[in-house]
T-cell receptor, first 112, second 114 residues
Framework: KAGVTQTPRYLIKTRGQQVTLSCSPI?????VSWYQQTPGQGLQFLFE???????NKGNFPGRFSGRQFSNSRSEMNVSTLELGDSALYLC???????????FGPGTRLTVL | AQSVTQLGSHVSVSEGALVLLRCNYS??????LFWYVQYPNQGLQLLLK??????LVKGINGFEAEFKKSETSFHLTKPSAHMSDAAEYFC????????????FGSGTRLLVRP
């Protein structure tokens, strides 16, 4: 079965712009989490969605937002981009009754 | 609160040598512990997990880890390193109650010398 897919894989934006990243979980998975990976801060939890509801949120400014659709696909949005938002954004999904998170390949965002 | 500490940002071993990557955790509740591997330009792949069953956990690619509550450790080992093991390894902890949120360590880059 297909894994977690993320689009786009690479993105270049300039400061002040906004960006939307997409994540399609494994078929049947209802939980989607997002993580930011940077060389300085490592892997940090952004937020988690389950059945279209945000279940948990990390310590990020309000410029970072997300949502989940009825088909479990998720998007995250970053407004007013800053240079420090340059990172690899990873999405992970979990099946009901499982404890294993399956990660997508990530979206590499570069802010110039 | 939960946290994870990985000792050593870089570990270098010779091919065929023992691999030992260290992970210590802090958790106020019984933790779920995970080791993930990340190859360049890829996402994370689960190597193994501890979820309160057997304390010695065997994973993929010949890796295993032992949960030691008294030492709050969950070190990753492999008896014989292979060149293909060169990658970055992350230890993570989760409460696994009402959320799947993972808290990651800072990662250890494993270098394998021929």
């Amino acid at each position: 079965k297909a894994g977690v897919t993320q689009t786009p894989r690479y993105l270049i934006k300039t400061r002040g712009q906004q960006v939307t990243l997409s994540c399609s979980p494994i078929s049947g998975h209802r939980s989607v989490s997002w993580y930011q990976q940077t060389p300085g801060q490592g892997l940090q939890f952004l937020f988690e969605y389950f059945s279209e509801t945000q279940r948990n949120k990390g310590n990020f400014p309000g410029r970072f937002s997300g949502r989940q659709f009825s088909n479990s696909r998720s998007e995250m949005n970053v407004s007013t981009l800053e240079l420090g938002d340059s990172a690899l954004y990873l999405c992970a999904s979990v099946g009901t009754g499982s404890d294993e998170q399956f990660f997508g390949p990530g979206t590499r965002l570069t802010v110039l | 609160a939960q946290s994870v500490t990985q000792l050593g940002s870089h570990v270098s071993v010779s091919e065929g040598a023992l691999v030992l990557l260290r992970c210590n955790y802090s958790s106020s509740v019984p933790p779920y512990l995970f080791w993930y591997v990340q190859y360049p330009n890829q996402g994370l792949q689960l190597l193994l997990k501890y979820t309160s069953a057997a304390t010695l956990v065997k994973g993929i690619n010949g890796f295993e880890a032992e949960f030691k509550k008294s030492e709050t450790s969950f070190h990753l080992t492999k008896p014989s390193a292979h060149m293909s093991d060169a990658a970055e390894y992350f230890c993570a902890v989760s409460r696994m109650d009402s959320s799947y949120k993972l808290i990651f360590g800072s990662g250890t880059r494993l270098l394998v010398r021929p």
